[in-house]
């Protein structure tokens, strides 16, 4: 292992939290490396956090062990996991959907159940709401440092079985294409698709078009307009709006300098669907 682990949370940093699940993590050994991936996901957004360690994850050393805790059902029967990645990266996580975009766009190779008997931090039997803490962090460090193989995590579950959330489908035509918008580039305001460039580019769009974008809400129409599509931002005004690749080689929609999600109230998730037509 190389000693490096990440945290993610929904803790936010305003209290210690964070700093109890670091300093867990130090007792186990000093020496690890400690980095945070975000502890700003929406409370008890599961998709998001799933979409946070894809959008992360590749781009970290192998062996790297994570931590992700958003952990709506701490104390429940959900099951303590840690996953293999088909790259060679660890998450230690609950077993609650957390798993589910790194299942289907990178590979998971094994999944470990925690055995909480033997990887629980000491004396924290009685406590039953901070799992982050005293198992996640706990056996997160002793798999980074190196203390414990993963195949001393606990018993071996089916890939197959682990709990996955419902993830958009992509439908095309021969002039158009559809799919969801699955998170935002927060702090911009810019629109995240899982339509891939590939997929987007199949139905002969080429950069300078303009490309219809129909924007629903379920059933409800919320935005319907024609967009430029542009290598980056500097190909439209500021104020103006553009289609573009996203650094996950996904298709984003954007306002240059502007908010597009707040500016049209534009949510994420299975039910927020958008649509690309070719245009004459």
């Given at each position: 292992?190389?000693?490096?682990?990440?945290?993610?949370?929904?803790?936010?940093?305003?209290?210690?939290?964070?700093?109890?699940?670091?300093?867990?993590?130090?007792?186990?050994?000093?020496?690890?490396?400690?980095?945070?991936?975000?502890?700003?996901?929406?409370?008890?957004?599961?998709?998001?956090?799933?979409?946070?360690?894809?959008?992360?994850?590749?781009?970290?050393?192998?062996?790297?062990?994570?931590?992700?805790?958003?952990?709506?059902?701490?104390?429940?029967?959900?099951?303590?996991?840690?996953?293999?990645?088909?790259?060679?990266?660890?998450?230690?996580?609950?077993?609650?959907?957390?798993?589910?975009?790194?299942?289907?766009?990178?590979?998971?190779?094994?999944?470990?159940?925690?055995?909480?008997?033997?990887?629980?931090?000491?004396?924290?039997?009685?406590?039953?709401?901070?799992?982050?803490?005293?198992?996640?962090?706990?056996?997160?460090?002793?798999?980074?440092?190196?203390?414990?193989?993963?195949?001393?995590?606990?018993?071996?579950?089916?890939?197959?079985?682990?709990?996955?959330?419902?993830?958009?489908?992509?439908?095309?035509?021969?002039?158009?294409?559809?799919?969801?918008?699955?998170?935002?580039?927060?702090?911009?305001?810019?629109?995240?698709?899982?339509?891939?460039?590939?997929?987007?580019?199949?139905?002969?769009?080429e950069y300078g078009d303009r490309v219809e974008v129909v924007i629903k809400n379920g059933s409800t129409l919320v935005y319907n307009n024609r967009i430029t599509f542009g290598k980056s931002f500097a190909d439209v005004y500021v104020s103006e709006q553009i289609i573009y690749v996203n650094s996950l080689l996904r298709m984003a929609v954007a306002i240059n300098q502007g908010n597009f999600a707040k500016a049209y109230s534009i949510g994420t998730g299975i039910h927020w669907?958008?649509?690309?037509?070719?245009?004459?």
């Open positions: 292992m190389n000693k490096v682990l990440v945290l993610q949370s929904d803790f936010g940093l305003v209290d210690g939290a964070v700093a109890a699940m670091i300093g867990v993590a130090h007792d186990v050994d000093m020496d690890l490396k400690i980095y945070s991936l975000t502890h700003d996901i929406t409370p008890y957004n599961i998709w998001e956090a799933s979409y946070r360690l894809f959008q992360s994850i590749k781009f970290w050393p192998k062996n790297t062990v994570f931590v992700s805790v958003i952990d709506p059902g701490v104390g429940s029967s959900r099951k303590s996991v840690v996953a293999k990645t088909k790259d060679g990266h660890f998450i230690v996580t609950p077993d609650n959907g957390t798993l589910t975009h790194l299942k289907k766009y990178i590979g998971i190779e094994a999944v470990r159940e925690i055995d909480e008997k033997n990887h629980r931090r000491k004396e924290s039997e009685l406590s039953h709401t901070f799992h982050g803490r005293d198992i996640f962090a706990y056996t997160g460090a002793k798999l980074a440092s190196g203390k414990i193989a993963f195949e001393e995590v606990g018993e071996e579950l089916s890939v197959d079985e682990i709990t996955e959330l419902e993830v958009g489908e992509i439908i095309k035509t021969e002039n158009s294409i559809k799919g969801n918008i699955d998170i935002l580039d927060v702090r911009f305001g810019s629109l995240w698709t899982n339509i891939t460039r590939e997929d987007f580019l199949s139905i002969g769009l669907t958008i649509e690309f037509k070719k245009t004459s």
